[in-house]
């Protein structure tokens, strides 16, 4: 995939990954437009190097690396149910509208359908109403709406994209 004249690789990230401060950045950097439009603020301003590294551990990192080896963009999958879900889906800012966060789903989509899984399923906050098309005009559904602790109504979407078998 070329990404503004470069070449990007999408793929799992390897036990030899170890650019964990520059991921860290990566997801801050993509979050940032929520400060101040979310309630209660997002949990990657709680996230370290460290805790992302851990993480990685029991999860699937997907990472999406220009042709320098910069993080461009990333996703960790984790099995839930009968479902693979995406958490801290981020792409960096420079290189957002490109498609580079479609090409990140589709690899999480290759993942789910090798472990059988027939589901992808995220969570988008309720104030991010162009998350909300985005996602379904890639094919998600809200399924449910959920409550952050302390709060009373809804300040999560849930939402699953349901995956055909994989053609012959």
Known sequence: MSVAGATVTVRIAGPGFAQ???????????FAYMQGRINPPSSALGLSADG???????????????ENGAVLGCAF????????YIGK????????????????????????RQKGCHKLRLQTRVELVENHHAFAAMGFEETGRSAHAGFAQPTSITMEKHLLPAAP
């Open 52 to 66: 992302l590294a851990e993480r990685a551990k029991t999860e699937t990192l997907i990472v999406a690396l220009g």
């Open 77 to 84: 999958c984790a099995d839930q149910d009968e479902a693979v």
């Open 89 to 112: 889906l981020a792409v960096s800012p420079d290189h957002q509208g490109q498609g580079l966060g479609r090409r990140l789903l589709e690899a999480a989509t290759d993942l789910a």
């Open 20 to 30: 964990w401060h520059g991921l860290l950045a990566l997801i801050q950097s993509s």
